[in-house]
């Protein structure tokens, strides 16, 4: 389609597949798949041609895509992500994840641009990959134990402190539809994936390597990256960024107090400031901080990291403390206790848990104890009370083990509720049956759009970009959307366009390898798709331009929305959020009375599905739409299961 090809500069050029049935490891070239681009482009590709229609995401037969793209192991700005894409286990469509950390370089070092992985292992394994020779190796030494441990075992048996790692916990061992993969010890790909390697007995995957990247052009590289260093350097939200880390830049109502937090399973999004002053970024940075982290090529550096010298939880060094986890494990519960809240940070990356997923669950469990569906009698003695902080961190525990209430847990909130009944499903807060923690949905109405349409069943890191929050003028707005009402977050005019574009934009990062702190997604004066085009000329050699990138980044999403289509059914009643959004409002502070309005939220819908080029009645794609984009197999696909709009 776009005439694009391996040029061997950006691109290792190899793809490794892992048949765990057979035991079995091949290469192959990256060549044809080279028109999605890499990452999140391509795996999604292959998942979608090669995963059956019908098919458990337990079943051997699943495929597990990884990939970094392009950019990655080389030193353009933010070039760190690795995306994983599987079929979702809570929302049974597609699930794709980005994960930062030093992965996805150290893979191209190691000679391979993609993984995919298919079977069940007879034993639990795990797979080393060492300048361009794999092995899978007998992991069964490191069943039960935690990511932790497992890196630090694997490091020992392969005698190098510096291969990457990336694992699963006992929460993906056992199949909770809230695992994760976790990368260098504090980095996550979310939405199950953790669980799909549990079940084919893959226990970590290592890679180390000493493979330079080659670069087209390496003094046009060099003079760009510094020319987007310097935007960063300029870019105020990247300052905040910086500074703060999204800990302090949206968490907890962010620097100025004003952000919108999700409270007690989302009941409102006011957090008094007398609860949430124990919770702020600049309490752990007085207290624990000891320096900060960043994955590979970052110049924001926005990760902190903290020690916990004693008291209850130490000693204790971790990694982390992001927005989402202090939403989901401070605000969401009702819990002030910070040094708990670290303790569950650490929790969650040894145990291999997804805090969004595992937050909604949380959440959910807590609500439905405080209205007397869940017992103490059901919890074996724990009382999931709003505040209770022990409670929260042993059932976390449970639920990675599947101990009593955890096994119900474990199911994902859609499915709990579901299993437990009794009205609970009312209060279940989840996006295509994938639970969600988030914040600011009832205030800014662009990102709660971007929420709820996302392909991987929720999540604001697909087409929810900050575009409200930039403080555009209207005459600002006016000059990049074409409209100067999408900068306000009250108004739903325009907003469905502005989230088409992002998730299109957004699959196009995900595709490079380019973590979002750098882009558009946070600042419009960072790094879009020009500046993403020239990086592609310097970098592979490839000569490209905005509306090329665009184009593909359309393609990406057509593939993800129509493999939701085929494998889960979902249609425009799927893109809709839980009833609580539009029935209760916030209760105080600068948004006080915001909530979502079903008609107006329907017609911002059908801007979003005319953006796409979509049918408003169904949301399935047209022919038109799969024509233009050159996607012939993905409509014989779609017209087979007659889920394609004529016309």
Not at 193 to 222: C, E, H, Y
Request: one cysteine or more; hydrophobic letters at 40%.
């Amino acid at each position: 389609m776009t005439g694009w090809r391996n040029t061997n500069c950006g691109w290792v050029g190899k793809l490794l597949r892992v048949n765990l049935d057979t035991m079995s490891i091949s290469a192959e070239p990256i060549d044809p798949y080279i028109e999605f681009i890499g990452g999140r482009g391509i795996s999604d590709w292959i998942v979608m041609e090669e995963c059956e229609r019908g098919s458990d995401p337990f079943a051997p037969g699943s495929i597990v895509a990884i990939g970094a793209g392009p950019l990655v192991g080389t030193l353009a700005p933010g070039a760190s992500r690795t995306n994983v894409t599987a079929k979702n286990i809570a929302t049974g469509g597609i699930a794709t994840a980005s994960v930062g950390g030093h992965f996805g370089a150290e893979m191209k070092f190691a000679g391979f641009d993609q993984l995919v992985i298919k079977g069940k292992a007879p034993h639990p394994v795990y797979l080393a990959i060492h300048n361009g020779e794999a092995v899978l190796r007998d992991a069964r030494p490191l069943w039960g134990k935690t990511t932790w441990e497992a890196e630090d075992a694997i490091r020992r048996e392969l005698g190098d402190e510096r291969f990457r790692i990336a694992s699963i916990g006992p929460a993906g061992e056992n199949r909770c539809s809230q695992a994760a993969i976790i990368v260098d010890r504090g980095r996550a790909a979310g939405w199950g994936a953790g669980a799909i390697l549990g079940s084919k007995n893959l226990k970590a995957i290592a890679v180390r390597g000493t493979q330079p990247i080659r670069l087209a052009d390496p003094q046009g590289f060099w003079k760009l990256t510094q020319s987007l260093l310097a935007r960063v350097e300029r870019s105020k939200a990247s300052g905040i960024l910086r500074r703060n880390g999204t800990h302090g830049s949206y968490g907890v109502g962010g620097p100025d107090g004003k952000v919108p937090q999700g409270v007690r399973n989302q009941q409102d999004e006011y957090w008094p400031a007398d609860k949430g002053q124990n919770l702020k970024e600049i309490v752990y940075r007085e207290k624990w901080e000891i320096g900060r982290t960043a994955c590979t090529a970052c110049p924001t550096s926005c990760t902190h990291m903290y020690y916990l010298p004693g008291g209850k939880y130490g000693p204790l060094t971790v990694e982390g403390m992001h927005t989402n986890t202090v939403r989901a494990l401070g605000s969401n519960l009702d819990v002030t206790d910070a040094e708990a809240v670290l303790k569950g940070q650490a929790l969650i990356n040894q145990l291999g848990l997804n805090v969004d997923s595992l937050g909604a669950v949380l959440a959910w469990a807590f609500e439905a104890y405080d209205k007397g569906l869940i017992t103490r009698a059901d919890t074996n003695g724990l009382e999931l009370t709003w505040g209770n902080a022990d409670a929260m961190l042993e059932l976390m525990r449970r639920i990675a083990h599947r101990e009593d209430i955890g096994d119900l847990l474990a199911h994902g909130v859609a499915e709990a509720a579901r299993k437990l009944g009794r009205g609970s499903e009312a209060f279940a807060i989840h996006a295509k049956g994938q639970g969600l923690n988030e914040q600011t949905v009832r205030s800014h109405k662009g990102w709660a759009l971007g929420i709820f349409t996302s392909t991987r069943g929720g999540g604001h890191l697909n087409g929810a970009a900050l575009v409200e929050r930039l403080g555009m003028s209207p005459e600002r707005a006016k000059a990049v959307f074409g409209n100067e009402a999408v900068a306000r977050p009250e108004s739903y005019e325009g907003k469905g366009a502005v989230t088409a574009w992002f998730e299109c934009f957004k699959s196009v990062v995900d595709s490079v390898g380019l973590c979002s702190y750098v882009t558009y997604w946070i600042d419009l004066e960072l790094i879009g798709l020009p500046q993403i085009a020239e990086l592609m000329e310097k970098v592979a050699g490839v000569e490209t331009d905005p509306e090329e990138l665009a184009r593909i980044g359309r393609r990406i999403q057509n593939v993800e929305k129509a493999f939701n289509t085929l494998h889960a059914g979902h249609a425009r009643e799927h893109d809709v959020p839980p009833q609580r959004f539009f029935e209760t409002e916030i209760s105080a502070g600068p948004y006080a009375g915001a909530r979502l309005d079903r008609k107006h939220y329907e017609g911002m819908l059908d801007d979003y599905y005319a953006a796409h080029g979509w049918d408003f009645a169904t949301s399935w794609q047209t022919a038109h739409c799969l024509d233009d984009l050159q996607l012939p197999s993905v409509k014989e696909k779609l017209a087979a299961a007659g889920r394609l709009i004529a016309g």
